[in-house]
């Protein structure tokens, strides 16, 4: 089983940047495709961008379409999301997680979740 545990998130204002960082334990990242997903209080889930094992190819959301980077370090067994250009509308709790399947957009295709971190946009 992988752990994932999340961090920098915090408290910016509106055109900021910040990154989020996902570290993994009990086993390699390498054998997982990674998501990052977001929850705002009061709606649901939503997804945010995904990476597929090598790094090669990445999937993202039309509302963060050139705003956000995926990134992983498989050495590191990490992976990232860099956020700019922040609107308060991405206030959330930003969560990673991975599949072995494949990269997928959908909740239920990902088993293994972090705590979330939370993000907070002032306007």
């Known amino acids: 089983q992988v752990q994932l545990v999340e961090s920098g998130g915090g408290l910016v204002q509106a055109g900021d940047s910040l990154r989020l960082s996902c570290a993994a334990s009990g086993r390699t990242i390498s054998s997982y495709y990674m998501g990052w997903f977001r929850q705002a209080t009061g709606k649901e889930r939503e997804f945010v961008a995904a990476?597929?094992?090598?790094?090669?190819?990445?999937y993202y959301a039309n509302s963060v379409k050139g705003r956000f980077t995926i990134s992983r370090d498989n050495a590191k067994n990490t992976v990232y999301l860099q956020m700019s250009s922040l609107k308060p509308e991405d206030t959330a709790a930003y969560y990673c997680?991975?599949?072995?399947?494949?990269?997928?957009?959908?909740?239920?295709?990902?088993?293994?979740w972090g705590q979330g971190t939370q993000v907070t946009v002032s306007s």
């Open positions: 997680a991975a599949n072995v399947n494949g990269i997928s957009e959908i909740v239920q295709n990902y088993p293994h």
């Open positions: 990476i597929n094992k090598s790094g090669s190819y990445t």
